[in-house]
């Protein structure tokens, strides 16, 4: 396997050493032990404060993406009505899971390198009236934060729609405030800001979802029934991950420690070199406007005279690796992860140095 110098790619990101000790040890059966029930709620109180909720926090095991597949199945019957508010490929992606299970859905879609506007999403949304409106907090490909999170919640809220949001890219990088946006399910992922293995899919749930879930009443390995009540009644529907919610609660400390105030500006301080060094060594923004990005990523065109194959192989050539991109930004854009444990400016200065040196010689 190759190791590199700088890993600046925007998930998984590297994982401390601290966090890794939890896996140095061995531990009892998660189903049995009251220690891990403790462990489980223990996360759950640490996360509220992370999101800013009083909603339930639900802990599955699976990549981030398990959780925005549990929000649509658990909250969707065919024919019902969703709108997807989209700025990039995430957004339109909850379209497509919804159409995937038989729901009708709609997209209220802006270009990529912009960010949704509020009056048209709400205009979209008293249209037609859906039951679900999802969001993406930092769409990850393009680089941007959407900053209207509570207008489209207060809009949701109007016609008695759920509002669910993809946060895997920005909770405890980026201000987020769950009950502030009225933020019905929040999605999280382990691999990005909290710096841990991509194991685990975290979201907070609002008493109003809780009654569309039980009315769903999906049951398959992602549904959210049977977590809600799981320290109290010591049950889970499968055997959970120790080791990874030991990391998880080491990450959790170690935030709380550190301070959401701190760790936002560990991560604008970070986002602002990169882009600054970027221009200044010529490389172009893809996000109009340099107020649309996000803190947590930066995605850069790539330069004109290389290819994506030919501009990755000479920067792990030199010790960095960055991330490609997806879908139709794939071969057009790549994307420093400037997220968690990545979210420092000494590394960061050291990735864009090494770019600026490729540039140099090319």
Request: negative net charge; contains cysteine; hydrophobic residues 40%.
């Amino acid at each position: 396997m190759e190791h590199y110098k700088i890993g600046l790619v925007p998930g998984p990101v590297s994982i401390p050493k601290e966090f890794r000790q939890a896996w140095n040890n061995d531990y009892g059966s998660s189903d049995i032990e009251d220690e891990f029930f403790a462990l489980y709620h223990e996360n759950q109180k640490l996360i509220q404060k992370i999101l800013h909720t009083d909603n339930d926090i639900v802990i599955n095991l699976g990549e981030g993406m398990l959780a925005l597949w549990a929000a649509i199945k658990c909250t969707l019957l065919p024919g019902d009505k969703m709108l997807a508010v989209s700025s990039g490929l995430f957004g339109e992606g909850f379209a497509d899971m919804a159409m995937s299970i038989g729901a009708e859905a709609e997209v209220c879609a802006f270009p990529y390198d912009s960010l949704p506007e509020p009056q048209k999403v709400r205009d979209h949304i008293m249209k037609f009236k859906p039951k679900i409106v999802t969001a993406v907090h930092c769409e990850t490909p393009s680089g941007t934060l959407t900053n209207c999170l509570a207008e489209i919640g207060n809009a949701a809220r109007e016609v008695g729609a759920l509002f669910v949001v993809d946060f895997v890219s920005s909770a405890g990088g980026a201000p987020l405030d769950v009950d502030e946006c009225k933020i019905d399910i929040g999605l999280l992922g382990s691999q990005k800001v909290l710096s841990i293995t991509p194991s685990l899919a975290i979201s907070s749930i609002s008493p109003r979802a809780w009654e569309v879930i039980e009315r769903v009443n999906y049951a398959g390995y992602d549904s959210y029934k049977g977590w809600r009540n799981v320290p109290e009644n010591k049950y889970m529907p499968y055997t959970h991950d120790w080791h990874s919610m030991k990391a998880l609660n080491l990450s959790l400390e170690s935030l709380t420690r550190e301070g959401l105030d701190e760790s936002f500006k560990r991560h604008e301080d970070a986002a602002k070199l990169c882009r600054d060094m970027g221009k200044d060594m010529g490389l172009k923004l893809f996000p109009k406007s340099e107020s649309f990005c996000s803190p947590t990523v930066t995605t850069f065109y790539i330069p004109e005279q290389y290819s994506w194959h030919e501009f990755d192989t000479k920067l792990r050539e030199h010790g960095l690796v960055v991330g490609g991109n997806y879908g139709s930004l794939a071969g057009h854009t790549f994307r420093i992860g400037h997220m968690g444990s990545q979210a420092y400016v000494e590394l960061v200065r050291e990735g864009m140095n090494i770019i600026r040196e490729v540039l140099q010689h090319s």
